[in-house]
């Protein structure tokens, strides 16, 4: 069983930076990658970033150069940077925790996901 908790969204104006942060506890130790998703109103829930325990990221197009992902895992955090803010990324950002799971010699994982935290960009 994993939690997590974000924290850092708020209000900010187009162009603006916010900073991001998630806590996660329980089995830490079983988790293998953690990343960021958005959901805008009337919209579906999209990726943004991940990152995997061993430093390795991955960003969506529509965020590279502006947004950064990192993983401190001696605190248990995963944090996202994010620069140059657009009205459009208003959204509900969401941590998501992937835990690593084995049945034998197989490896399965299971999706946590946090309360989320609200980023609004006024223009």
């Known amino acids: 069983q994993v939690q997590l908790v974000e924290s850092g969204g708020g209000l900010v104006q187009a162009g603006g930076s916010l900073r991001l942060s998630c806590a996660a506890s329980?089995?830490?130790?079983?988790?293998?990658?953690m990343g960021w998703y958005r959901q805008a109103p009337g919209k579906q829930r999209e990726l943004v970033a991940t990152?995997?325990?061993?430093?390795?990221?991955n960003y969506e197009d529509f965020v590279k150069g502006r947004f950064t992902i990192s993983r401190d895992n001696t605190k248990n955090t995963v944090n996202l940077q994010m620069n140059s803010l657009r009205p459009g990324e208003t959204a509900v950002y969401y941590c998501?925790?992937?835990?690593?799971?084995?049945?034998?010699?197989?490896?399965?994982?299971?999706?946590?996901w946090g309360q989320g935290t609200q980023v609004t960009v006024s223009s």
């Open positions: 990152i995997t325990t061993g430093g390795i990221t």
């Open positions: 329980g089995s830490i130790n079983s988790i293998n990658a």
């Open positions: 998501n925790a992937a835990e690593r799971r084995q049945s034998g010699g197989f490896y399965y994982s299971v999706m946590y």
